[in-house]
């Protein structure tokens, strides 16, 4: 199997407050994450490819020091979106691949910013 | 970089009948080409994909073929069902290895009606 797990699966938080989405592969060990971001009805925008150990690589217009990632092994990927705003509500979801260029999703976190 | 396009935007097919949706790709070192399945508030899930050593793929009811010097594929899918309802995404991809990233093309909302 290729299963991604990914929590919260809803946040809700104040505006200024930082919030922290975890990306799990549970049953393989997954070199490279990647981190969508998804609006209503619109397609899944890549905002950053997440190595192990190293850091992201960040798509050109997504700021790096407000989606903080991390990778700290090989089946954990996290996303911290700092000094959250209503604008940064969204749909957040992210994928690993097992090598094989098919990329298994997490559940997807839906992040709403009062 | 890699941009993606898809047409059409909506689609509705009586049940039973066909559906064929179009996607274009713009950078020719693209070679894996994957096509997704995302129902409302789920996860995106792999239907079929095809790569740029192939020129046509077949999965009981659907289909893809590929054009890589027009630089553009489709996806077709036969005898369709309610559960066919969803959006699709079509998406390209430089390796189809872990490290590549995939772009996803802005999807198509896919109503088949009973």
């Known amino acids: 199997g290729a299963v991604v797990s990914q929590h919260p699966s809803r946040v809700i938080c104040k505006s200024g407050t930082s919030v922290k989405i975890e990306c799990r592969s549970l049953d393989f060990q997954a070199t490279t994450m990647f981190w969508y971001r998804q609006f209503p009805k619109q397609s899944l925008m890549l905002m950053a490819t997440?190595?192990?150990?190293?850091?992201?690589?960040?798509e050109q217009g997504v700021e790096k020091d407000k989606f903080l990632i991390n990778h700290a092994s090989l089946t954990l990927s996290t996303l911290t979106v700092t000094s959250a705003h209503p604008e940064d509500s969204s749909f957040y979801i992210c994928s690993a691949s097992k090598g094989t260029g098919e990329l298994f999703f997490g559940e997807g976190s839906r992040l709403t910013v009062l | 970089g890699e941009n993606v396009e898809q047409h059409p935007s909506t689609l509705s097919v009586q049940e039973g009948d066909s559906a064929v949706i179009k996607c274009t790709y713009s950078?020719?070192?693209?070679?894996?080409f994957p096509w997704y399945k995302q129902e409302l508030g789920k996860r995106p899930q792999l239907i079929i994909d095809?790569?740029?050593?192939?020129g046509e793929k077949k999965d009981q009811r659907i289909a893809v073929t590929l054009n890589k010097t027009a630089k553009h594929f489709s996806l077709h899918i036969t005898e369709t069902q309610p559960e066919d309802s969803a959006v699709y995404f079509c998406?390209?991809?430089?390796?189809?290895?872990?490290?590549?990233?995939?772009?996803f093309g802005p999807g198509t909302s896919l109503s088949v009606i009973p």
């Open positions: 998406a390209a991809s430089t390796g189809g290895t872990s490290y590549d990233k995939v772009i």
């Open positions: 095809i790569r740029s050593n192939v």
């Open positions: 997440s190595n192990e150990g190293s850091k992201a690589t960040y």
């Open positions: 950078d020719s070192a693209s070679n894996y």
